[in-house]
C-alpha cells in the first residue's frame, strides 16, 4: 500500500489487539530493523508473562505490522517500547497503538505515563506532543549506538 493509498483509508489502519507469543517472529524482525540495540525475543517472552504490562500489536489483513509494550508501578506506567514495520510507518498505526496503550494505562488507574523518546527524533516527539506528552526532562548519554540524550516526556492521564 502505497502512502497515497493510506492516506485515504476511512478509520484505523489497523487492529490493535493483545500480543501473542506467536507473533514474537515478526515482532522481532522489527524491533532488529527499528532499533539499534534490540531487545531479545526472551525479553519479550518475559514480558508477555507478567501481569503489570501490556504487550500490544497492530495487525493489518492478519500480519503485525507494529507493537508496544507499557508496564505499570502503582499509578504510573512506563512506554517502554514502539516500533512499526517499515512499509507502514507514518501511516497512523503508531498513534493507534500508543492511543491503545493510553487506554488501556486508564483502565489500569494509572496518572501519568512516561517515555523516553531520542533527542534527534523529531518524527516520534511530535507523534506523543500530539497524543498529550510533554517534555519533562532530559537524561544524558541515555542511548548508546550511537551515545544521545533522551528526552523525557509525560502524559497526564485524565
Known amino acids: 500500500m502505497t502512502?497515497?493509498?493510506?492516506?485515504?483509508?476511512?478509520?484505523?489502519?489497523?487492529?490493535?489487539?493483545?500480543?501473542?507469543?506467536?507473533?514474537?517472529?515478526?515482532?522481532?524482525?522489527?524491533?532488529q530493523e527499528s532499533y539499534t540495540v534490540p531487545w531479545s525475543e526472551s525479553?519479550?517472552?518475559s514480558l508477555i508473562l507478567r501481569t503489570d504490562t501490556d504487550l500490544l500489536c497492530a495487525e493489518v489483513?492478519?500480519?503485525?505490522?507494529?507493537?508496544?509494550?507499557?508496564?505499570?508501578?502503582?499509578?504510573?506506567?512506563?512506554?517502554?517500547?514502539?516500533?512499526?514495520?517499515?512499509?507502514?510507518?507514518?501511516?497512523?498505526?503508531?498513534?493507534?497503538?500508543v492511543t491503545?496503550?493510553?487506554?488501556?494505562?486508564?483502565?489500569?488507574?494509572?496518572?501519568?505515563v512516561f517515555l523516553e523518546v531520542r533527542r534527534t527524533n523529531g518524527v516520534a516527539q511530535r507523534l506523543y506532543e500530539r497524543l498529550g506528552f510533554r517534555e519533562i526532562g532530559l537524561r544524558k548519554n541515555y542511548y548508546v549506538k550511537p551515545i544521545e540524550d533522551a528526552l523525557v516526556m509525560r502524559c497526564l492521564l485524565r
Open 43 to 45: 525479553t519479550f517472552r
Open 61 to 97: 489483513g492478519g500480519i503485525v505490522v507494529g507493537y508496544a509494550v507499557c508496564w505499570y508501578i502503582m499509578d504510573q506506567g512506563e512506554l517502554g517500547n514502539v516500533a512499526v514495520d517499515e512499509p507502514w510507518r507514518r501511516a497512523g498505526v503508531g498513534a493507534q497503538l
Open 3 to 31: 502512502a497515497v493509498e493510506r492516506d485515504h483509508v476511512p478509520g484505523p489502519v489497523a487492529r490493535t489487539r493483545p500480543l501473542h507469543p506467536d507473533d514474537l517472529g515478526i515482532v522481532q524482525r522489527i524491533e
Open 100 to 112: 491503545a496503550v493510553l487506554e488501556r494505562a486508564r483502565k489500569r488507574g494509572a496518572r501519568e
